[in-house]
C-alpha cells in the first residue's frame, strides 16, 4: 500500500470517528466547539500548501479531467461544498458576518474556506450566547 492511499484511509478514519462522535453526544458540550473546525483546517492547509507548493496551482486538473471518476469525484466536491455553504450561509449572516466576502474565500479555497467559515460562525453565536 502507498502512502498516499495510506493518508487517504488515516483521513477517512478520523473523519467516520469524528462524525460518529457527534452524532453521539446528546446533550450540547461544554467547550468552545469552533476549535473543532479550526483545528482540522490546520493540517489540511498546510498539506494543501505542500502539494499547490509541488504540483503547482491547477496540477489537480489532470485527475479530474483525465477519467469519468475524476469528473465524478470533482463534481461531488462541487455540490458537497455549495450545499454546506447554503446550509451555513444563514447561521453565518445571523450571527453578523458578510456571507458574500466567505463565498469568495470558498470558491477559492474549498474546504479550507469552508472549515474557516464554521469555526467562525460557531464562534461568533458562541460569544452572542454568553
Request: charged letters at 15%; hydrophobic letters at 60%; a neutral charge.
Amino acid at each position: 500500500m502507498s502512502l498516499s492511499e495510506l493518508i487517504a484511509l488515516a483521513g477517512l478514519a478520523v473523519a467516520a470517528i469524528a462524525m460518529l462522535l457527534v452524532t453521539q453526544s446528546k446533550e450540547r458540550v461544554a467547550w468552545p466547539t469552533w476549535l473543532v473546525p479550526a483545528v482540522v483546517v490546520v493540517p489540511f492547509a498546510v498539506w494543501t500548501g505542500l502539494t499547490i507548493a509541488e504540483e503547482g496551482l491547477v496540477g489537480f486538473l489532470p485527475m479530474l479531467v483525465g477519467s469519468d471518476w475524476g469528473l465524478q469525484v470533482w463534481f461531488d466536491r462541487l455540490i458537497c461544498v455549495t450545499a454546506a455553504f447554503f446550509l451555513l450561509q444563514n447561521r453565518a449572516r445571523a450571527a453578523g458576518m458578510k456571507s458574500e466576502l466567505w463565498v469568495l474565500a470558498v470558491i477559492f479555497t474549498g474546504g479550507i474556506g469552508l472549515l474557516l467559515m464554521l469555526a467562525r460562525t460557531v464562534y461568533l453565536e458562541h460569544k452572542t450566547a454568553r
